[in-house]
């Protein structure tokens, strides 16, 4: 099961655009990428999920490069409300029942006014 | 609108009682898991299920047991609930061909006294 390392946390203001890296150099062929939201007393929220190249839509973009080992969420104009912690994850859509979905520890992002 | 919903927002209990936590989910999911999220350490996960009455653990089991008797709800048991088991519980479900897309229920903050 590919490992995922991202930030612990990260700041920045209303108004910037975000991006958040993720690393997962052990990727396997069939394995996406897929990144959740959670805002605090509540569960996590999936946003996004991709498998190469870009995928966009109405809450965020994720860039994955050619040799995958990456991936970047890009969230674009950001405002208070985008204060959460965002996980990335990777594996199999269809996995074995042996896989574990790991959530880890997410980076905290926090906007600033 | 999608929803995951489970018994109790907030739940206080005794050290040494048996405590049940429901989720039900109204999607028809075939795929269900337990998770615990604690302060530092992320979601971490207890149990899943891919069809009724079957069970898989997760990364952390012991002290914890899953009864899915029926395709839209899933039981976790704290056989004896202790101390070290405060935490806050999320439960999730997703469509078999879908794992990394879950869907989470509010959550359960149990403390136990």
């Known amino acids: 099961l590919a490992k995922t390392t991202q930030p612990i946390s990260m700041d920045s203001y209303e108004g910037q655009e975000v991006n958040i890296t993720c690393s997962h150099n052990n990727i396997a062929t069939n394995d996406y990428i897929t990144w959740y939201q959670q805002f605090p007393s509540q569960g996590p929220r999936f946003i996004i999920q991709g498998y190469k190249t870009k995928v966009t839509n109405e809450v965020a973009s994720l860039f994955i490069p050619a040799d995958r080992k990456s991936s970047t969420l890009s969230l674009p104009r950001v405002s208070l409300s985008d204060t959460a912690v965002y996980y990335c994850l990777v594996g199999e859509l269809v996995g074995n029942r042996d896989d574990k979905i790991i959530f880890g520890k997410g980076t905290r992002l926090h906007i600033l006014p | 609108d999608v929803k995951v919903t489970q018994s109790s927002r907030y739940l206080v209990k005794r050290t040494g009682e048996k405590v049940f936590l429901e989720c039900v989910q109204d999607m028809d999911h075939e795929n269900m898991f337990w998770y615990r999220q604690d302060p530092g350490l992320g979601l971490r996960l207890i149990y899943f299920s891919y069809d009724v009455k079957m069970k898989e653990k997760g990364d952390i089991p012991e002290g914890y047991s899953v009864s899915r008797e029926k395709k839209e709800r899933f039981s976790l048991i704290l056989e004896s609930a202790s101390t070290n088991q405060t935490s806050m519980y999320l439960c999730?479900?997703?469509?078999?061909?879908?794992?990394?897309?879950?869907?989470f229920g509010p959550g359960t903050r149990l403390t136990v006294l």
């Open positions: 999730a479900s997703s469509f078999v061909g879908a794992s990394y897309e879950q869907f």
